[in-house]
């Protein structure tokens, strides 16, 4: 992710305020990630926001969640689910921007090929995290999404600091309200053209900001 490669460098100086995680726990009522200083975890209690900056009021519920925030330098919030999914995701609510870049995405990675992937719904500047190499464009859920591919090199990751790939697919006309996001279209459009997706590990809807970001979100997911 853009914000993330920041968000790790003040990980770095915050971690001793963070706690571990104290099990391997998935499920739909449990959130998504902790940021590390070195690595993404699973934890069972999302009870922190994570920022380097301004203020970040995150409230995370049993089917979604709410965060607002002002002045923030960066920060990623939000609610995932259970290793091995591939499922569509249905989400209701809003976000709105008031400053900094903000977006909202599903965003997920994979082992084995070790892959950060995002399906960005919405981004304030248009583009969001979409770096990198574009390799073209295909309609799914109403819209038009642009596929991009980056690599990301000796960065932070779900198996700690390393290389590799982030595939994204970008919304050209956004969507910070309610949708349906099919999955399965965008891993075959990426598999279409050659990215190649390993073992799902974590999926999870997510408002992420940077630049002295401002706004709000507030959703409701099904899936």
Do not use: C
Not at 20 to 44: C, I, K, S
């Amino acid at each position: 992710m853009v914000a993330f490669t920041y968000l790790a460098v003040a990980a770095a100086a915050l971690s001793g305020a963070w706690a571990a995680p104290t099990a391997e726990a998935f499920g739909p009522d449990l959130p998504d990630f902790e940021v590390g200083a070195h690595n993404l975890a699973r934890r069972q209690d999302y009870n922190q926001n994570y920022k380097t900056g301004g203020s970040v009021n995150f409230s995370p519920s049993n089917n979604g969640y709410t965060v607002s925030f002002s002045g923030a330098g960066d920060f990623v919030v939000g609610k995932g689910w259970k290793k091995g999914t591939n499922r569509n995701i249905t989400f209701t609510g809003s976000t709105t921007q008031t400053s900094g870049t903000v977006l909202v995405s599903v965003y997920g990675w994979t082992r084995n090929p070790l892959v950060e992937y995002y399906v960005q719904e919405y981004t304030s500047n248009g583009k969001g995290s979409a770096q990198g190499q574009k390799l073209g464009s295909f309609e799914s859920d109403g819209g038009t999404y642009e596929i991009w591919k980056h690599q990301q090199v000796n960065q932070p990751s779900i198996s700690g600091t390393t290389t590799f790939w982030q595939y994204i697919s970008n919304r050209v006309d956004k969507r910070p309200g309610s949708g349906t996001v099919t999955m399965a279209n965008h891993f075959a459009a990426w598999t279409k053209a050659g990215l190649n997706l390993g073992a799902h590990d974590y999926q999870v809807l997510a408002t992420e900001g940077w630049g002295n970001a401002g706004g709000n979100s507030k959703y409701t997911l099904t899936v």
